[in-house]
């Protein structure tokens, strides 16, 4: 009698364990349109419609915690979480700690600032510009323009605000989310000329995994590659880049 409870309950485990594999992502949400706190608490944007996407397509709950970026990498090495989302470049840097899925995005890189306050990249020379802590704006700046004063930020948020403020002369994030901030702010204007460095740059955006888990990294490379061609994707990139 014991014998059999037993083994209904786990049989029970393992039937619910299939029907509901939860995929729990990380990202950073202040990074809009990829990702920001909408007005209902909640975290939205395009790599959040990307990644419900993909984890209908491979019928698992998805959930998504709001991390500093530079923790995103190390918290996903610790197992706090399975994958990351958050508007991420591929760079053979990165590659070494973690997987990623193939680019599901193509980035670039702008400078924004005051209007009429800087003429070009070569007028920042001496200037403060604001980076996010861990990010390939970051390492760009402090390799390739030691001339600029390259100023840390944890949330590209603060460094809009200092801009606006005038204790940075400039900010230098990707495009898509540059041109946000402009809408969004007509005080401000961008440098006009894109950065797109591979070297640092990389690849486009990707999903990290674990170095191990090749098994959601193929997962998510065939459901990608579905929603391509279904149109899921089309009409999530519509939604957030149409200008
Ligand atoms: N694309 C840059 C990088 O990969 C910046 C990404 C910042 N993302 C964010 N959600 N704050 O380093």
């Not at 991420?88 to 070494?96: G, L, S, V």
């Not at 670039?108 to 200037?127: M, Y």
Request: glycine share 6%; with cysteine; aromatic share 10%.
């Amino acid at each position: 009698m014991k014998k059999f409870i037993i083994a209904t309950v786990l049989a029970g485990i393992s039937v619910a364990a299939s029907a509901a594999e939860t995929v729990r992502f990380a990202t950073e949400a202040s990074y809009p349109p990829f990702e920001f706190i909408g007005a209902d608490n909640k975290i939205q944007g395009f790599d959040i419609d990307l990644a419900n996407a993909l984890c209908k397509e491979i019928q698992a709950d998805c959930t998504f915690a709001n991390q500093a970026f530079d923790s995103l990498i190390p918290g996903l090495k610790f197992k706090r979480y399975d994958a990351v989302i958050s508007g991420m470049d591929i760079t053979p840097e990165r590659e070494k700690q973690v997987l990623f899925t193939q680019p599901y995005y193509d980035n670039s890189a702008l400078f924004i600032t005051q209007k009429d306050k800087v003429a070009d990249v070569a007028a920042l020379k001496g200037k403060r510009v604001g980076v996010q802590n861990g990010t390939t704006h970051q390492k760009y700046l402090l390799d390739k323009h030691p001339e600029i004063t390259a100023v840390p930020y944890d949330s590209y948020q603060n460094s809009i605000l200092d801009l606006k403020n005038g204790r940075i002369d400039a900010v230098f994030g990707d495009t898509a989310v540059v041109n946000e901030w402009l809408k969004q702010n007509t005080a401000l204007a961008s440098l006009g000329d894109k950065v797109a460095d591979q070297g640092y740059f990389g690849s486009g955006l990707g999903i990290a995994v674990r170095q191990q888990n090749t098994e959601l990294q193929g997962k998510f490379n065939a459901a990608l590659e579905k929603i391509k061609q279904d149109g899921t994707y089309q009409t999530i990139y519509q939604k957030w880049f149409q200008q």
